[in-house]
């Protein structure tokens, strides 16, 4: 099992918006119920013993996380904001608290929450916690997020550790920070937290990774006379755009994971909390056509919107895929390649270089997948004071496929940014 990426109830959604109104289309639109399906086999698939967290900074829209979270075991928050966030709208489901910087405010925040977990960044950052639980009578479980390098598992583009990053600790911090903890009763190590990379493709490299994390944590655990009960083995299960069907195989991982933990007779629980691979497929931006000209011999079309509203393309460094949807106009480009831009007056606001269409014109949609992750949330909205993007969240389906909502609309909601 990897990503599907399915456009027809997408496609039927903007249909329904064009037949309503003039206004050139500019929206995401999520397809809620694509996401739970996903979520839904992702957590199956899992061996038993393994958690699934869902790692929020992906994107925190309110119906996003109401579709994932029957799914998972709670969810991770990266920065005090996604904290509360995530504390209001899905109030009770556990939480874990990540992320450097934490502020002493966001700290008390965290630990005044039953069933949050704090990540621990450094040495410094366990010393103020500590601190904290002393002078506010609380307790709190702890993770340490090591930085630790791992030989023959490669490099994937966005790493986070095994080199100088300001990401969890050294090895050598580790009896420092075992000493602090001894110091605090009221801090409980209860595992070590790993995410050293982001877009991870290949399952077996992965599954090396985490049975080199397990090894690892069972030798502290002897050498320096501790016990816990988890390892966070992080996200980073990749998704490659341009062939959605080579992104990280999960079902491959999972199947390998649960011979592995037979294998290997293991103790300490595994959690994971993924971002991207979760919510990646559910979301689509999709941008009307504008205008199309020619440029010094090359074909541009200049949509409503850009990368103000959707900023992965130039984040990620690369062509968004995407799909045509014709309209009605005379095709103004036939078998060319075509610069897919948007209205912002900076060369910069590229969402795909020289592609090859078929026909193209005013009036056409430029609808682009794998949006519903790292997309809207990441993007600089208020640069040129254009208006947002609609918010379009598809309604739920029943088991047969049908939209259960009687005129099955969508709910349209004013585009928030958590
Ligand atoms: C961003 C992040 C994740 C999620 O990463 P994905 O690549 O979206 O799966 C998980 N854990 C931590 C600590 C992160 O910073």
Redesign the pocket.
């Known amino acids: 099992m990897t990503l599907r990426i399915d456009e027809s109830r997408v496609r039927e959604e903007v249909r329904r918006l064009r037949q309503e109104s003039d206004d050139p289309v500019c929206a995401y639109v999520y397809d809620i119920d694509a996401l739970r399906t996903h979520v839904r086999a992702m957590r199956e698939a899992l061996p038993a013993g393994c958690e699934l967290y869902y790692?929020a900074?992906?994107n925190a829209d309110a119906p996003v996380l109401a579709a994932i979270a029957p799914w998972v075991d709670g969810f991770?928050a990266?920065s005090g904001g996604e904290l509360r966030w995530l504390r209001a709208h899905q109030p009770g489901k556990p939480l874990l608290f990540?992320?450097p910087g934490k502020l002493d405010a966001d700290i008390r925040d965290a630990i005044a929450i039953p069933g949050c977990t704090l990540?621990v960044e450094s040495l410094g950052e366990l010393r103020r916690l500590a601190a904290i639980a002393h002078r506010t009578n609380r307790t709190a479980s702890v993770f340490l997020?090591m930085n630790i390098g791992v030989d023959g598992v490669g490099d994937t583009r966005?790493m986070?550790g095994g080199k100088p990053t300001p990401?969890g600790m050294d090895e050598a911090d580790l009896p420092a920070a075992l000493a602090i903890l001894r110091e605090t009763p009221r801090l409980t190590l209860e595992g070590f937290?790993f995410?050293l990379?982001?877009?991870?493709c290949d399952a077996s490299i992965h599954l090396r990774l985490v049975n080199t994390y397990l090894d690892i944590v069972h030798r502290w655990q002897r050498d320096h006379g501790v016990a816990v009960t988890t390892v966070?083995a992080?996200?980073?299960?990749?998704v490659d755009y341009a062939d959605p069907s080579r992104s990280f195989d999960w079902a491959a991982f999972c199947e390998g994971l649960g011979r592995l933990l037979a294998e290997r007779d293991e103790t300490l629980r595994l959690r994971f909390?993924?971002?991207?691979?979760?919510s990646v497929a559910c979301g689509w931006y999709v941008m009307e056509v504008l205008d199309v000209k020619r440029s010094h011999g090359e074909w541009f079309a200049v949509a409503h919107g850009g990368t103000h509203h959707f900023r992965t393309p130039p984040a990620q460094g690369h062509d968004h895929p995407f799909v045509v949807w014709r309209g009605h106009g005379d095709v103004a480009v036939a078998h060319e390649k075509v610069t897919l831009v948007g209205q912002l007056c900076t060369p910069k606001d590229v969402l795909a270089r020289r592609q090859p269409v078929d026909a193209l014109a005013p009036g056409d949609c430029l609808a682009f997948p794998l949006a519903g992750?790292?997309a809207w949330n990441i993007s600089h909205q208020n640069f040129l004071m254009h208006p947002p993007p609609r918010m379009l969240y598809l309604p739920p389906c029943d088991a047969a496929g049908v939209a259960s909502r009687h005129d099955a609309r969508c709910a349209d909601v004013v585009p928030s940014k958590p």
Do not use: C, I
């Not at 992080?234 to 990749?238: E, Y």
């Not at 909390?273 to 979760?278: A, D, K």
């Open positions: 790692a900074k992906a991770e990266a990540g992320g990540h997020r966005l986070m990401f937290h995410h990379m982001s877009h991870q966070n992080g996200g980073g299960f990749g909390e993924p971002g991207r691979f979760v992750a790292y």
